[in-house]
């Protein structure tokens, strides 16, 4: 195999100094998609990248494969409005999810479908609240992989517009008043009223009243405000107080500020802080004033219990020292949700709470008014509990009986489930609306030593068979407080179904163990979730699951950074390296894309002791000189010219840097798509990705291929 013939790429004699310490910058150039030279440069890549993709084994396979395994569609739990449920749906004809409602005759409807207004594709579905009574509903649509989403209120039963577009309101949280004539909701600061290196970023909370120009809307929250703070908006069951929890950018932890709409009108609500300055996440949560308990405000908080609790007090005190500890801390457990069923049908008021048990979803039984634990819910296996709006617990505003959620695992699509408090019973409400032949898959969650003798976990895939070492794809994130969780995944039931294993790896940094798991991987300690995959690599091998020469590593985004570092602090560990929507840069990541939104996660170079930290693992920064003989790994980098949160610059800045440096054949490659963006696409556009990916890996890891093109 000889050294592929890589574009022209011309290396710049720029060094700054920044707090004492020389940093060369030698592809500055490539940040900027206008300058002529990086687009003759992307042209070149594209052109290696169609060459060296004909050569990849299995292409059509596992086309095939991807395809007829996300045939299964995809439902998710109910969002109840009166008797109206509404929900999301794909089946195996459609690229993205349907929203429906089923009217009160019983027939079902389509109110949102994101491939009948635009059928190329492109279009996406943002976000959707119905009102109060579910007469109206108001969601947000994405077009053209612009990443930039338009808000629209739609009469429920008609499907009549009946108000917007609304602009700048990507990822907005809205909350409706219960008359249903007005709501709160997030929106972007005009970009021509900020300062260039703010655009993007300002989001204020604003009430919108239906029917009305957005341009008299009232800003009613964050004047003054950091800007890079997020908000999440909500309004109490009887509608007098309005709840705004507020994050510095990414950060888990909050302030929580309370308004009461009986002493003032939603124009100008007065908020006062119940959270403020502390280093903790807290949520309110009214209890319905026809409740049995109606005087409780539930308070789900990981303030002094890195790994959750639910407490309880009464709106006359909201302060901590008032909180009253109704379900505690679990040590080996993270508490994601809560649902209180308390209707007039339930002779028990009960409580049920989700947690999530080394990454595996629970759901307990707990006396509402004591929250001693009298039982759980049974679910199907051992997987991931979800749904809408970022709850796992979906009951009836109203109050009721009766609780939804979404469970999934490895081999299961996601399925909806009702749990019923009059039986105890659990049934099947909406399985997955496609028929598909899984593959057999064996799933094992293993344990770990990283450097520093922390305990990881992972799960490893396969199909069961052959004990010995396999080509093996190793995943992982490691940030932003996310956990890695089992889910359905068509790319992994391939990859298993061609003979190899998949290992996921839930290192620190995400939320698999609680807050104190995710600290112990950020700003500082983020050397510690690089250690930690390193170690599962390394733990692979010596288990005799894989070898040096049939491992390959995979992440995105946040991922994409993780992969960065351990191809260029150990290139030797890795055969292969598939790296999407990458972080490379640390040095400059703030200046683009949200890179400003995420220095309570990373740091700052503005600090002398910060910049230290991401100079010191910023992949760019550290491929080694060409002449120091390193063979870097396989890699592909693949990323998306609409994506908003991370510059497609940095992917192209790394692969120029290591096409300079290796010294080997294997191949150093970039994917670049255009007409999507960081996040959601239509399955179409998710397999033809896939495809590339396993496609380029079975090619370096040398898969066996009976299923050859």
Request: glycine share 10%; charged share 25%.
């Given at each position: 195999m000889t050294r592929p013939p890589y574009p022209s790429a011309e290396r710049l004699d720029l060094v700054e100094t920044i707090h004492g310490q020389a940093v060369a910058d030698p592809y500055r150039w490539l940040e900027d998609p206008a300058d002529p030279r990086t687009a003759t440069w992307r042209q070149a890549q594209e052109e290696l990248l169609t060459a060296a993709r004909e050569t990849w084994p299995g292409r059509e396979w596992f086309r095939a494969r991807l395809a007829g395994l996300l045939a299964c569609g995809a439902v998710t739990t109910p969002v109840w409005r009166g008797d109206r449920p509404f929900f999301t749906r794909r089946t195996a004809e459609q690229e993205h999810a349907?929203?429906?409602?089923?009217?009160?005759?019983?027939?079902?409807?389509?109110?949102?479908?994101?491939g009948a207004l635009d059928p190329a594709g492109t279009t996406t579905l943002d976000h959707w609240t119905p009102s109060p009574q579910g007469d109206l509903l108001a969601y947000g649509v994405e077009a053209g992989g612009l990443e930039e989403s338009d808000l629209y209120v739609m009469e429920t039963s008609t499907g009549r517009t009946v108000d917007g577009p609304i602009d700048r309101t990507r990822f907005t949280s809205l909350a409706w008043l219960p008359d249903g004539k007005a709501f709160f909701f997030t929106r972007q600061i005009p970009a021509d009223l900020l300062p260039v290196e703010e655009r993007e970023y300002h989001s204020r909370l604003w009430l919108h009243r239906v029917g009305t120009d957005a341009a008299d809307?009232?800003?009613?929250?964050?004047?003054?405000?950091?800007?890079?703070?997020?908000?999440?908006?909500?309004?109490?069951?009887?509608?007098?107080?309005?709840?705004?929890?507020?994050?510095?950018?990414?950060?888990?932890?909050?302030?929580?500020?309370?308004?009461?709409?009986?002493?003032?009108?939603?124009?100008t609500p007065r908020f006062e802080p119940v959270q403020a300055g502390v280093d903790a996440g807290t949520r309110l949560e009214f209890a319905r004033p026809d409740s049995p308990l109606a005087e409780r405000v539930y308070v789900l908080t990981d303030r002094d219990a890195p790994r959750g609790r639910l407490c309880v007090t009464t709106v006359d005190d909201l302060s901590a020292e008032s909180w009253r500890e109704l379900v505690a801390e679990d040590p080996d457990a993270v508490l994601h949700d809560f649902a209180v069923l308390d209707g007039p049908q339930v002779e028990r008021p009960l409580l049920l709470v989700a947690r999530a048990r080394h990454a595996i979803g629970e759901i307990t039984v707990h006396d509402l008014a004591t929250g001693e634990r009298i039982g759980e819910v049974p679910l199907p296996g051992l997987g991931t509990l979800g749904g809408a709006f970022d709850r796992q617990l979906h009951v009836r505003p109203e109050g009721g009986h009766e609780a939804w959620f979404c469970y999934t695992d490895y081999a299961t699509p996601g399925q909806v489930y009702r749990y019923d408090a009059t039986t105890g019973e659990t049934t099947l409400w909406a399985a997955a609306p496609g028929e598909v032949e899984v593959p057999p898959i064996r799933v094992r969650q293993i344990a770990y030593p990283s450097k520093d003798g922390t305990e990881v976990r992972m799960f490893v895939m396969d199909d069961g068979g052959d004990p010995g070492p396999r080509p093996t794809i190793l995943y992982g994130y490691g940030g932003f407080d996310i956990a890695l969780t089992p889910a359905f995944d068509a790319a992994v039931?391939?990859?298993?179904?061609?003979?190899?294993?998949?290992?996921?790896?839930?290192?620190?940094?995400?939320?698999?163990?609680?807050?104190?798991?995710h600290r112990a991987g950020m700003l500082g300690s983020k050397q510690n979730v690089f250690d930690d995959f390193h170690a599962a690599a390394d733990h692979l091998v010596a288990a005799g699951l894989t070898s040096g020469d049939r491992l390959a590593v995979f992440g995105g985004s946040n991922g994409g950074l993780l992969v960065g570092a351990a191809l260029t602090q150990?290139?030797?560990?890795?055969?292969?390296?598939?790296?999407?929507?990458?972080?490379?840069?640390?040095?400059?990541?703030?200046?683009?894309?949200?890179?400003?939104?995420?220095?309570?996660?990373?740091?700052?170079?503005?600090?002398?002791?910060?910049?230290?930290?991401?100079?010191?693992?910023?992949?760019?920064?550290?491929?080694?000189?060409?002449?120091?003989?390193?063979?870097?790994?396989?890699?592909?980098?693949?990323?998306?010219?609409?994506?908003?949160?991370?510059?497609?610059?940095?992917?192209?800045?790394?692969?120029?840097?290591?096409?300079?440096?290796?010294?080997?054949?294997?191949?150093?490659?970039?994917?670049?798509?255009?007409?999507?963006?960081?996040g959601q696409r239509a399955v179409s556009r998710q397999i033809g990705l896939a495809v590339d990916r396993l496609s380029f890996l079975a090619a370096q890891l040398a898969v066996p291929v009976p299923f050859d093109d």
């Open positions: 349907v929203l429906l409602t089923v009217d009160p005759d019983g027939r079902e409807r389509v109110l949102v479908d994101p809307d009232v800003m009613v929250f964050g004047e003054g405000r950091p800007m890079t703070e997020r908000y999440q908006v909500s309004v109490a069951p009887d509608g007098r107080w309005v709840q705004v929890e507020s994050r510095d950018g990414t950060s888990s932890a909050n302030d929580v500020w309370l308004a009461d709409l009986a002493a003032d009108a939603p124009e039931l391939a990859w298993v179904q061609a003979g190899g294993r998949y290992a996921i790896a839930n290192l620190r940094g995400g939320s698999e163990n609680g807050q104190a798991w150990h290139p030797e560990k890795y055969a292969a390296v598939v790296c999407s929507a990458p972080l490379l840069d640390m040095v400059r990541y703030e200046r683009f894309g949200k890179g400003a939104l995420w220095t309570g996660e990373y740091g700052t170079v503005a600090e002398p002791e910060q910049f230290g930290w991401l100079h010191a693992y910023s992949p760019y920064h550290r491929v080694r000189a060409a002449d120091s003989g390193t063979d870097y790994p396989a890699t592909l980098f693949t990323v998306f010219d609409g994506d908003t949160r991370v510059d497609p610059l940095h992917a192209r800045k790394l692969a120029a840097a290591l096409q300079h440096a290796t010294v080997g054949a294997r191949p150093i490659l970039l994917r670049d798509e255009t007409g999507v963006g960081h």
